[in-house]
């Protein structure tokens, strides 16, 4: 037995001394860079045009299409918060499309929707969950994506609204209602000219979605060159190829905005979302990719000219 106990101090002492402060320092590293990065994306950098793009920052009213109570906190609170802390005057809106009554929880899951709309800063005439009979929460039924484009397009007539965020293909979790979604936003947006222009959160893999802010630095370099160019002269417009993506990150203020918003759901708020909302990537921060859409293309290299 001690010979056994002996053997991983034995192993540590054959590494070279060189190469034992080369880890190290590659530890320190790994710690340190995606805290600057963290830094720099949220307190520095985040309203450059280049990096949150003016289509959203200037939206005038914004709106958060997502499948179930709870979707609004644990994914898209970086960007939800990122847009509303910078612009005072932009009106927030989440569109829910279920109750989340899997587990017949549903009617206290529209009641804690209502306390996380308040402590994100959406006002509560604007924070809707639906109770549609073809659009309950079911982790194995794929939702009717004609019937979501309708009330997509309901309610944009209804606030007015100039831009959307949601799901990307992949839903993040790849939960099958939030495909759905994300198939009937991007269908909405490519075939209705009058449509307001959307921005998709992007699915990563699991190794990745359970990083804190390990992953930041591979996500960071699309944006590398615009964050540098944003530290050199900062930008109020962006040409239209820098755009289409948008990185937004969480100050530790609408980090514990984010904690205060889930626990209005106390009844998800289990030991395992503990943990995510410490490690998952999108409590800190969001990456979005716009979906393509020919007319608000068209609208916005206009505003930009002028």
């Not at 606030?159 to 992949?170: Q, V, Y």
């Not at 099958?176 to 009937?184: D, G, L, P």
């Not at 990719?289 to 007319?295: E, M, N």
Request: hydrophobic share 45%; charged share 20%.
């Amino acid at each position: 037995m001690q010979k056994l106990a002996g053997k991983p101090a034995q192993l540590l002492g054959m590494i070279p001394r060189r190469a034992s402060r080369w880890l190290v320092r590659l530890a320190v590293l790994a710690v340190i860079v995606p805290l600057i990065l963290q830094w720099l994306v949220a307190y520095v950098v985040g309203s450059d045009a280049r990096i949150l793009p003016p289509e959203l920052l200037l939206a005038r009213n914004l709106l958060l299409v997502t499948a179930h109570p709870d979707d609004e906190c644990l994914f898209f609170s970086p960007s939800i918060l990122g847009v509303l802390d910078r612009n005072k005057r932009v009106t927030g809106g989440l569109l829910v499309m279920s109750t989340g009554n899997n587990y017949g929880k549903g009617d206290t899951r529209k009641t804690e929707l209502a306390g996380s709309c308040e402590a994100l800063g959406i006002s509560a005439d604007r924070c809707v969950a639906l109770d549609h009979p073809d659009l309950q929460d079911n982790p194995r039924e794929w939702w009717n994506t004609e019937l979501i484009e309708g009330f997509v397009h309901e309610h944009v007539r209804k606030w007015d609204i100039d831009a959307i965020i949601t799901f990307d293909e992949g839903g993040v979790s790849g939960h099958i209602n939030h495909r759905a979604v994300s198939a009937a936003v991007s269908h909405y947006t490519a075939t209705n000219p009058q449509s307001p222009i959307a921005y998709t959160l992007t699915t990563t893999s699991l190794l990745r979605k359970y990083t804190i802010l390990g992953d930041l630095p591979y996500t960071v370099l699309p944006f590398l060159w615009r964050i540098i160019e944003a530290l050199s002269y900062p930008a109020i417009t962006a040409e239209v190829r820098e755009g289409g993506t948008a990185l937004v990150a969480n100050t530790w203020h609408r980090y514990l905005l984010t904690r205060r918003a889930f626990a209005q759901h106390d009844s998800q708020y289990s030991w395992d979302r503990h943990l995510y909302m410490i490690l998952s990537r999108y409590v800190w921060f969001n990456d979005l990719k716009r979906l393509p859409h020919t007319a608000a293309d068209e609208a916005f290299r206009t505003a930009v000219k002028t």
